[in-house]
């Protein structure tokens, strides 16, 4: 390949293909073939209506978007179905449900060489999706890409179900609904919510208050996007959502009309929050109308990993006396460390090719899951064979399963103890 190609992250190619996956930007000539994950800017940069490189493969909803939203000429967009394998340039391409955002999927590449290569984009792991890639569990991958967003010890982060139950309680304990209609009144405290969103994801969260009785202010440029979705039926969309700023004090919002999102950290924009409230008011005053009151205090609510502190309390941050409140709650969308643990112990793969940067904390390993890769069965088997026939050098075998070596206190490596380096969980130091 040329030098071109030579400036492109490896994250973005496919071994023996000429494909790119999320990746559109300073391309070379020789590109054969596109494909794109999902709808996230990081992942879909460089597209818009003068895209006219080649054709893009991704999935129904993913196309939708791109042609409605980012304007990208229909003619180079193909899409396809989740577990229906289809063929390009002889290379076999199968798309698996990512569990990430809507339309979101991981891609299975199986060249006529015999390589396999799995690329997850950006993905959450539940041990209940290997039915839906049951095609993954006889099939020896030479590599994955990973989503590595979270591949630190400490981001342990609990399950969606439980960060969305406290989302719904945070709302609902302070909020009263009219049992006459399905639109929010205020309470006395007249609070206004907001629920930091990207351009597409959250969705549960947004489902869990529906399924509540809540209806949800989205912006005229949300609405055009949830509609593209197809996550709600049209009649539950319509009176679910509305553009109508005082129809309802849940507001969804962009990450930063609320706050400044570094990894590791949130930091409150109050400022903001302070010009939101002004603006639901001044939305409020217009409608001139008895039953909406002035809103008075502002609970912000920000669902990522980034506010993962380690134990099972939430980030919160208070100014004026609770006026303006802010939760950081440690919802994702990405797998947490014990979830990348358990998939890539469930694949064994060959090679992990991360796609974001590991950590660089002196902690973390370089590849903390080398241990779980195809291959250390073999220099196990060897090790052992070897300290069998030295008994100064022999250790107890205490090879455990990746969900015991998950809980268990590290292993103390003593000299001349080389079979407990390959045993060490990346979770025990």
Known sequence: MTQDWNNIPTSHQIPHTRFLVDYFIKLPT??????????????????????QQGLIYCSPITARLLERITLVDPQWIVAKHNNEPFLVEHVQVTFLDANHCPGSVMILFQTPEGSNYLHTGDMRYTPDLKEEWKILNNICLDAVYLDTTYCHRRYRFPCQ???????????????????HSNEIHCTSRHTLYLIATY???????????????????????????LQ??????????NDSF?????????????????????PGRLLPNFEALEDMLYMANYYRNKVNSSQHGLLQRVVACIPTGWTWQG???????????????????????????????????????????????????????????????????????????????????????NDKQSTQQLHNKPKIARKGDILSYFKASPFNS
């Open 242 to 262: 509305t553009t109508e700023p005082c129809a309802s004090p849940i507001w969804l919002v962009g990450w930063n009309r609320v706050a400044e999102n570094v």
């Open 30 to 51: 020789q590109v054969t073939a596109f494909f794109l994950t999902h709808w996230h800017y990081d992942h879909y940069r460089g597209l818009g209506p003068n895209f």
């Open 161 to 179: 179900e439980k960060t969305i139950q406290r989302i719904v309680d945070i709302i609902q304990n302070s909020i009263g609904r009219d049992s």
């Open 311 to 397: 134990n099972n309390r939430e980030y919160l941050q208070e100014k004026d006396h609770s006026r303006l409140s802010v939760y950081g709650i440690p919802y994702s969308e990405h797998s947490n460390y014990e979830e990348l643990y358990h998939f890539i112990a469930w694949l064994r793969p060959k090679q992990v090719i991360p796609t974001v940067s590991f950590s660089s904390s002196k902690r973390q390993p370089k590849h903390p899951f080398d241990h779980l890769l195809a291959g250390t069965q073999v220099k196990r088997a060897f090790l052992q064979k070897w300290l069998n026939n030295n008994p100064k050098e022999s250790c107890e075998d």
């Open 199 to 225: 351009g597409i994801g959250k969705e549960r969260i947004m489902d869990a208050l529906i399924q509540k009785g809540y209806r949800i202010y989205a912006s005229p440029d949300k609405w055009k996007v």
């Open 228 to 237: 593209c979705l197809e996550y709600w039926d049209s009649c539950l969309l």
